[in-house]
């Protein structure tokens, strides 16, 4: 089966009429009330769709449901590309896991802070606070993390903050 199988399978479960005949047989219940509900026409174009899409196949007089597609089409798919770096622990520019590993994490956070702010500038901790909210869920916990481990520098009176790296 192609790598693009799955199309096949999608498109044939998208129409009603088909989706419907499917599940009858999938359930071992009779398909001919559906079918001869259809026109001649719509009929074959259903059964050829099943067939096509390799959902059925054709068994003696009647239609045998062929098992194993789905498994066949997700085994042919191609397999997602193994994230590395600190990209793994990042979904859509957000960090969606915290590392446990030290080196990982100053990875994470020298990211963070350079999303964060460019050297030299200046911000408030309003505008650290929206600024990690596109980037993080709890913010005051990556505020603290980002000091502690001196990536971001905090005033004496916790008003501003600045990149200390």
């Known amino acids: 089966m192609s790598t693009n199988s799955w199309r096949a ?3 044939a479960l998208a129409d009603d009429r088909a989706r419907e005949v499917y599940a009858r047989m999938v359930l071992d219940q009779p398909i001919d009330d559906a079918l001869d509900a259809l026109s001649p026409g719509k009929r074959r174009r259903v059964l050829d769709t099943l067939r096509s899409a390799a959902l059925i196949s054709p068994d003696g007089e009647g239609w045998r449901v062929e ?3 789905f498994r066949v089409a997700l085994r042919s798919a191609p397999a997602a590309p193994r994230l590395t770096g600190i990209d793994r622990f990042f979904v859509d520019g957000r960090l969606a896991v915290y590392p446990s590993r030290a080196a ?3 990875a994470v956070l020298a990211h963070v802070v350079e999303r964060l702010a460019t050297p030299g500038e200046i911000l408030t901790e309003g505008a650290v606070n929206d600024r990690l909210a596109a980037i993080v869920d709890d913010v005051a916990a ?3 993390y980002l000091v502690d481990a001196g990536f971001l520098e905090r005033s004496r009176d916790g008003a501003a903050y600045s ?3």
């Open 142 to 144: 990556m505020r603290r």
């Open 104 to 106: 990982d994490r100053d």
């Open 9 to 11: 399978l999608v498109s």
């Open 67 to 69: 098992p194993d597609v």
């Open 163 to 165: 990149r200390a790296r």
